[in-house]
């Protein structure tokens, strides 16, 4: 009746605990009256779809059999690095993204990690550079986080190496921008990359913008999607945004290192500097000779003539004395550890002071030191030399850089050490309003959808433990926690119900021991 009864008590209140819990979330549930809405919202969404003359590309992955049709995956290997893992091996695949946040949207990823990885495909028609703004505009979800590597884009540049073949992609290829972001430790990278043709001479230089004005740590870390935009304008400005805050900004002709023009003058290369070119500003009077009576060795400092020795000061006391009290450890083996001598303490009656007195030092007012020259100004000095301006052989103005090489195709070309990173809804266009439409479709319902996970009582905790599917495990454990002690309490109860049948049986084994003992001795 008692193992009935605490096996009542056990199961009660297991049933307690999940009772509270099922009642905690269905209030948190019931206090939020956008749970609802957040299901019917997570039904509807459908693949984003614009119908726009401004659009060049616009890729949702949502569709594994057209991305097949349209995406080439690299089958060149990488200059410049060992041949064993020069080869564009990287896997990519279309997934649904590690954490659903939207039903029915799908993804490209790149599911290797340290290894290098190139995809690409054509634009639905060239992009030119003329009169209309280049907006480049996708999604990256980190969804392992990321420790180095890179999930940008490159624009590749139209010509007879991009369009004969994208399995040829490597990275040689000629691209006309890159963007995306970039890490490896410590270094956060957001790159802007424009290649400028030099009109005078037709080289390739790439041009590098300036750093985003805001840090951007957490979109590495914080396994959630992020939206890139670029937009490049005819007036030669750009932007740069994450999740629609602008984070860089500026001009094609003054904030990208090395500038777009150079300079109209510079150093002449065959002029060097005069053997007889005096650059000494002042030198050494030669005139001047060190005086009679300077005395360069009288000491900096000597004893105060004027001090005497204090009253009370014991001349025959020693400043420090053994420690009275200290005593000799009872494990002290001289033979070991030496002659066992007391620490030293302050002596007690130095209360003034003990030991021999000296007077204190002062600085000597006939201290000199050595003897130094003054300087005087150099009558010969002609100032800093510096090569002639000759003009730049190479000057050239250009003052529309924005007029770039056409782009014929996109690619991702990219080396990671994390897996996992999903690229979604890629858009080339050169309308502000189509990139904003397009958004709205995609990466903003993702962020409403999160936003309102984040204010249900599993959102808090999910967002709390960054989404890892590690924690699961430890929830695990806290479920299994009250199961585990009523198994532990089963066994221990069966163990007391075992041992008391055998209790109750040993006087009758003993009784039927006892007379088989006597009938063999009989």
Request: glycine letters at 4%; aromatic letters at 10%; charged letters at 30%.
């Amino acid at each position: 009746m008692a193992r009935l009864t605490c096996e009542v008590c056990v199961l009660s209140a297991l049933l307690v605990l999940v009772t509270s819990a099922a009642n905690v979330y269905a209030e948190s549930e019931d206090s939020n009256d956008e749970v609802t809405v957040e299901v019917e919202e997570e039904d509807q969404y459908r693949s984003p779809s614009i119908d726009s003359k401004s659009i060049y590309l616009a890729e949702h992955f949502d569709d594994e059999s057209a991305f097949k049709k349209k995406w080439v995956k690299s089958e060149a290997k990488k200059q410049g690095v060992d041949e064993n893992i020069a080869k564009y091996d990287g896997k990519w695949e279309i997934q649904a993204p590690s954490r659903k946040i939207l039903r029915d949207d799908l993804g490209l990823v790149l599911t290797t990690e340290a290894k290098h990885a190139a995809i690409s495909a054509l634009l639905d028609r060239p992009f030119e550079f003329k009169d209309k703004p280049l907006i480049v505009q996708y999604e990256v979800t980190m969804q392992e986080g990321q420790n180095c590597g890179g999930a940008y884009i490159k624009l590749l540049s139209r010509g007879a190496n991009t369009k004969a073949d994208l399995r040829k992609f490597f990275d040689q290829t000629p691209y006309t921008i890159m963007f995306g972001p970039d890490k490896c430790g410590n270094d956060n990278k957001l790159h802007f990359i424009f290649r400028h043709k030099n009109p005078k001479n037709g080289t390739i230089e790439e041009k590098h913008s300036k750093k985003p004005t805001q840090r951007l740590e957490d979109v590495y870390k914080d396994k959630e999607p992020h939206l890139y935009t670029l937009v490049v304008r005819p007036d030669n400005t750009y932007s740069v945004f994450v999740d629609h805050k602008e984070v860089n900004a500026g001009s094609l002709l003054e904030d990208f290192t090395p500038p777009v023009n150079p300079p109209q003058e510079i150093d002449d290369p065959n002029d060097k500097k005069p053997d007889d070119w005096d650059e000494r500003e002042k030198i050494v009077d030669p005139t001047a000779t060190k005086p009679s009576d300077w005395d360069e060795s009288a000491p900096a400092q000597l004893a105060d003539p004027a001090a005497s020795k204090p009253a009370g000061w014991l001349d025959d006391q020693p400043d420090m004395i053994p420690d009275p009290d200290a005593q000799k450890p009872s494990d002290w083996d001289e033979d070991m550890d030496g002659e066992w001598e007391a620490p030293l303490v302050d002596n007690p009656l130095c209360t003034v002071g003990c030991g021999t007195w000296k007077p204190p030092m002062i600085p000597n007012p006939a201290y000199k030191g050595i003897w130094r020259a003054p300087l005087i100004p150099n009558p010969n000095y002609k100032g800093k030399w510096a090569p002639r301006k000759i003009p730049n052989p190479d000057y050239f103005h250009d003052d529309q850089p924005f007029r770039m090489t056409p782009i014929h195709a996109v690619g991702f070309e990219l080396w990671s050490m994390s897996p996992a990173l999903l690229f979604d809804n890629l858009l080339v266009a050169d309308d502000a309003d189509v990139a904003a439409a397009w958004a709205s479709q995609t990466f903003d319902l993702k962020r409403a959808k999160l936003s309102r996970d984040s204010t249900s009582l599993w959102g808090r905790m999910m967002r709390v433990m960054n989404y890892s599917p590690g924690y699961w495990a430890l929830y695990g454990v806290y479920v299994a926690i009250p199961v585990a002690i009523y198994v532990a309490y089963l066994v221990r109860t069966a163990r007391e119900a075992s041992a008391t049948t055998h209790y109750k049986l040993a006087p009758y084994l003993y009784t039927t021991t006892v007379s088989v003992t006597l009938r063999r001795e009989i």
